[in-house]
C-alpha cells in the first residue's frame, strides 16, 4: 500500500481547475461537487484542498482547520441538500475499499432508501 499522492489524479486536475466540475461548495480547505456517474438521487463528492490519498492520511495528516472545515462543510451541505429522510456517507481506500481516485473523498448519498450497507 503506497501512500505517494499522485499529484495527476483527477480530483487535483479539477483542484487546479484543468477540468470543469458541478460545484456545490467550497471553502477555503474544501471543494463538494456533483459526482459524473450518480448512484443515488443525491451523490456529492467532498474533498480536502490537500494532498491527501485516504480517511486514514487525512485524519492522520491534516491541520485541524482543514478537518474542521471538511467536517462543517459536509454538515452545511446535508442540511442544504433536503436530507431529512436520511443519506449515507462513504469513503473507498485502497484496493480493498474499491477506491478509484487516489484523493480523499467523501461520498454523501441520499434522496431515496439505499438499501443495506453492503451487498453479498
Ligand atoms: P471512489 O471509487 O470512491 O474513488 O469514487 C470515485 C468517484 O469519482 C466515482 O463515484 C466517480 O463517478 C467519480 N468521478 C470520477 N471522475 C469524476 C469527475 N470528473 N467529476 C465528478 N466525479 C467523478
Avoid at 474544501?30 to 485524519?59: C, E, M, N, Q, S
Avoid at 452545511?76 to 431529512?84: M, V
Amino acid at each position: 500500500m503506497t501512500l505517494t499522492y499522485d499529484p495527476q489524479n483527477i480530483f487535483a486536475r479539477i483542484l487546479r481547475g484543468e477540468i470543469p466540475n458541478k460545484t456545490v461548495k467550497e471553502t477555503a480547505h474544501t471543494l463538494a461537487f456533483h459526482d459524473i456517474r450518480p448512484l443515488a438521487p443525491v451523490h456529492i463528492l467532498v474533498i480536502p484542498k490537500g494532498a491527501y490519498v485516504t480517511f486514514g492520511d487525512f485524519a492522520a495528516k491534516a491541520s485541524a482547520e482543514e478537518i474542521a472545515d471538511f467536517h462543517r462543510t459536509c454538515a452545511a451541505i446535508i442540511a442544504e441538500a433536503g436530507l431529512d429522510a436520511g443519506y449515507r456517507v462513504i469513503s473507498n481506500a485502497h484496493d480493498h475499499g474499491g477506491q478509484e481516485v487516489p484523493h480523499y473523498h467523501l461520498h454523501i448519498l441520499g434522496g431515496a432508501a439505499l438499501g443495506p450497507m453492503l451487498a453479498r
